[in-house]
Every structure is written in structure tokens, then in C-alpha cells.
């Protein structure tokens, strides 16, 4: 019933920059926090950035400095801006959303389908 699909991933240089977005449609009633996890191979799916309705933001250690979330929600999307990539940035990107639908009157978490960012040393 909700979709949210990634795009702007690919391959950069040490040093460079992308920016994700992510797009949620579907039956939408409301969206409380948006956010962006990763998940390198082998590794265990992490929270790297997220953002409440409010714009209140959250950061993981690793990120903080070097990427900005952002939404807009009269578009239900949100962003990853990531500056000064590092090796270690190097995973699949999902976004996640907090998500009432017209259907149930509670919050459920739906996610993207990824997409891959390879910083290149």
C-alpha cells in the first residue's frame, strides 16, 4: 500500500559528494519520521540519518558533519545530502518512512528497495 523508491546512488571518489532522494506514495494518511539506513555486505543494516515531522534530525556518528537530511513533505520525500565520502560510506541506501495509512490508524515502518553508493579509494 506504500511505496518508497531510492534514487541517486552510484560511484564517486573519495572526497565527493551525491545526493539520495526517496519518494513515498501510495495510501498515505500521514508520515512521521523519514530516514535513510545503509547496509554494506556483511554487515548489519544501520540507521545513518533520520528526520521527524517536526525537522528535528538525528545523525549517526560516522555521518555527522559530512551528510544533511532534509523533507518535504508536501511532496513526501527526503533527501541525503553526503558530503566528503569516505570508503567506509560504501553500501546499499534505503529510506525508510513512519507511515499512517488511510487504512490503519497506527504508524508502520515501510522501506525502499535500496539503492547502491560505492565511494571509490
Known amino acids: 500500500q506504500v511505496q518508497l523508491v531510492e534514487s541517486g546512488g552510484g560511484l564517486v571518489q573519495v572526497g565527493g559528494s551525491l545526493r539520495l532522494s526517496c519518494a513515498a506514495s501510495?495510501?498515505?494518511?500521514?508520515?512521521?519520521?523519514m530516514g535513510w539506513y545503509r547496509q554494506a555486505p556483511g554487515k548489519q543494516r544501520e540507521l545513518v540519518a533520520k528526520?521527524?515531522?517536526?525537522?528535528?534530525?538525528n545523525y549517526a556518528d560516522s555521518v555527522k558533519g559530512r551528510f544533511t537530511i532534509s523533507r518535504d513533505n508536501a511532496k513526501n520525500m527526503v533527501y541525503l545530502q553526503m558530503n566528503s565520502l569516505k570508503p567506509e560510506d560504501t553500501a546499499v541506501y534505503y529510506c525508510?518512512?513512519?507511515?499512517?495509512?488511510?487504512?490503519?490508524?497506527?504508524?508502520?515502518?515501510?522501506w525502499g528497495q535500496g539503492t547502491q553508493v560505492t565511494v571509490s579509494s
Open positions: 528526520i521527524t515531522s517536526g525537522s528535528s534530525t
Open positions: 501510495g495510501s498515505i494518511g500521514s508520515i512521521n519520521a
Open positions: 525508510y518512512a513512519q507511515v499512517m495509512t488511510h487504512y490503519l490508524p497506527t504508524w508502520g515502518n515501510y
